[in-house]
């Protein structure tokens, strides 16, 4: 008896808009993919045991994102969601100085600690679905490993790293000789088990308002880790400035500067932001990063293609309410509590004032969305300005009167308060020291969906504006992120690499309706976006979205 044999491909990919990463001109060809690898671009010959006709449509590397906080979720989703539903392939955690390895002792309770507070990723998510089984950076992605629907290209968070190597002493004072060399050896084993690098911070306070512990270290410090990190065979120093005052957001950019001149890292910071009360500082801060570029640093500031929307709910936290110690005190209560605190007179004084201070920017943009009570029905679509003029009060006051009227379930969309100017938003983009970054996915649950930015920026500044050509906008979330990250196996599309694929209609890509659903462990809500457009999403040839929906399939791999 004959056995039939193999087709030559497990998949073509026929008549093709492709897009191969590289900013090349596009062309109309197939693809096809074996073992989990491209096996031809161009003109495939041969069977194949699965074929897509694209008729046109684009077909382009997998999106990476550079800016995530996936590093719980993947303990409980492996897929990322939603960010593969926007072509998302590859996804880089550990920025802002936290990851959820090393650990030890107090450790996890630390770094829980600190993600509730900067990153709105509540203590109840973490109790429910990350087991902290792991000590080591390798046992975490041991742990992850047979789980990842996407690609993981890791960073060590420093503030992590300074509680495994120093404890309480990480948020009294810089490293001694023996706790820097501690932690080079972690962070040399932690590169070799696949972290790309490392991540600082500027800005941050942990769950009593200290600095965190990255922000107690010196450039002695900085500078070991830096070489230790590319010594070991990683690439790149992230971290977020102090971004609202120039003086600062100057002085973190030359420090990377010269970070970058001294120890061959790649530095890049974020966000770089149109920031209404200081409209120009984002034409100085590309200025300033340029000037470091000319000194010899490899510097880039991260942007994100969608305006600075967010929404604010007070039945849920909100890491701006932490930085307010009236509003810190009554939040980090179960939202139970929180409605009679709220009410409390003898608070009202201190919340309206320290409130005003921080939140009035935001809340001049609010406007209501979902309600409960039927007194609040009427409110829905209304600005918040709007609703405090006619009840002669101040916008905290009108806060706190609308959202206790539904028992904290209020929705505030706040439109646009920075980053609203698309025009600015593509002269940002197109400067040759950014990278698109900051989404932030994973983190602010309960008040964005961070997934989306390369839907955002196809959408946008593609097909709307014409900013970009599609050629120049694929590269700049395909092969320029690789690059950056030192992953030659992913990024472009040619024979032998990775079989990581978007397949998508330029015509028709964009942004679909953010959603408020409750499914994260521990009983939290999230919202979540999809894009409309995207047909299919591949991992090593595997398909992991195809229609909107997600398979079953876990290919992911630890880059």
């Known amino acids: ?18 897009v191969d990463g590289t900013g090349r001109p596009a062309f109309r060809g197939d693809l096809g993919v074996r073992d989990g690898r491209i096996a031809a671009v161009g003109r495939v010959e041969g069977a194949a045991a699965r074929e897509i006709e694209a008729a046109g449509r684009a077909l382009a590397p997998g999106f990476l994102d550079l800016h995530t906080h996936y590093d719980a979720q993947l303990c409980w989703d492996g897929l990322a969601t939603p960010s593969p539903l926007h072509g998302v392939t590859t996804v880089v955690t550990g920025n802002c100085s936290l990851s959820v390895a090393p650990v030890r002792g107090d450790g996890p309770r630390r770094v829980v600690g600190m993600f509730q507070t900067i990153e709105d990723i509540g203590a109840a998510t973490f109790a429910a679905a990350v087991p902290f089984s792991w000590e080591s950076f390798d046992g975490w992605l041991a742990h992850l490993r047979g789980r990842l629907g996407v690609n993981l290209a890791p960073l060590v968070g420093h503030s992590t790293l300074r509680l495994y190597a120093m404890g309480a002493a990480s948020q009294e004072r810089p490293a001694t000789d023996a706790e820097l060399d501690a932690m080079c050896a972690l962070l040399r084993d932690a590169v070799a088990a696949g972290a790309r690098g490392l991540s600082l911070s500027h800005l941050d306070r942990d769950e009593d308002l200290r ?7 010196d450039l002695r410090e900085k500078k070991a880790l830096a070489r230790a990190v590319v010594e070991a065979g990683g690439t790149l120093l992230e971290t977020v400035p102090l971004a609202g005052d120039e003086h600062e957001l100057r002085a973190c950019i030359e420090e990377l500067g010269e970070l970058s001149r001294e120890t061959g890292i790649i530095a890049t910071l974020q966000p770089i932001l149109y920031y209404p009360p200081l409209p120009d500082l984002w034409k100085r801060s590309l200025d300033w990063l340029e000037a470091e570029a000319r000194r010899g640093a490899r510097i880039y500031g991260q942007t994100t293609p969608r305006s600075f929307d967010m929404n604010l709910r007070l039945d849920e936290t909100f890491f701006t309410f932490f930085l307010i110690p009236s509003w810190g005190d009554v939040m980090r209560r179960p939202a139970a509590e929180r409605a009679a605190l709220l009410r409390d007179p003898a608070r009202r004084p ?20 979902e309600t409960r009570s039927a007194a609040n029905a009427r409110l829905r679509g209304r600005r918040l300005p709007e609703i405090a003029r006619e009840r002669g009060i101040g916008l905290i006051d009108a806060l706190l009167e609308v959202a206790l009227a539904d028992d904290l379930g209020t929705e505030f969309r706040i439109e646009a308060p920075m980053h609203g100017d698309p025009a600015i938003r593509a002269q940002i983009l197109a400067h040759p020291n950014v990278v698109v970054g900051a989404s932030d996915a994973g983190a ?9 930015d390369t839907t955002a ?33 992913v990024g472009r599309l040619a024979p032998g690499l990775a079989a990581d694929l978007v397949l998508f209609d330029p015509a028709r890509i964009a942004l679909g309706a953010e959603r408020y659903v409750r499914d994260v462990p521990g009983g939290a809500h999230r919202y979540l976006r999809e894009a409309v457009g995207i047909d299919a999403v591949l991992v090593a040839g595997v398909p992991i979205a195809e229609n909107g929906r997600y398979t079953d399939a876990r290919p992911g791999r630890v880059l």
Not at 8 to 18: E, G, P, Q, Y
Not at 350 to 369: Q, T, W
Not at 444 to 452: D, F, K, T, V, Y
Not at 461 to 487: C, I, K, M, N, Y
């Open 211 to 217: 600095p965190v512990p990255s922000r107690w270290s």
């Open 444 to 452: 602010h649950l309960s008040q964005i969906c961070g997934a989306g």
């Open 457 to 489: 920026l196809l959408a946008t500044f593609v097909r709307e504006r014409g900013d970009f050509s599609l050629e120049a906008a694929v590269h700049r979330v395909t092969g320029q992120p690789a690059e950056l990250l030192g992953l030659r196996d």
């Open 350 to 369: 201190a919340l309206v004032e320290e409130g005003a201070a921080i939140l009035g920017f935001f809340l001049e943009k609010a406007r209501i969305g």
């Open 1 to 18: 008896m004959a056995l039939s044999a193999r087709p030559a491909l497990d998949l073509a990919i026929r008549d093709a808009l492709v």
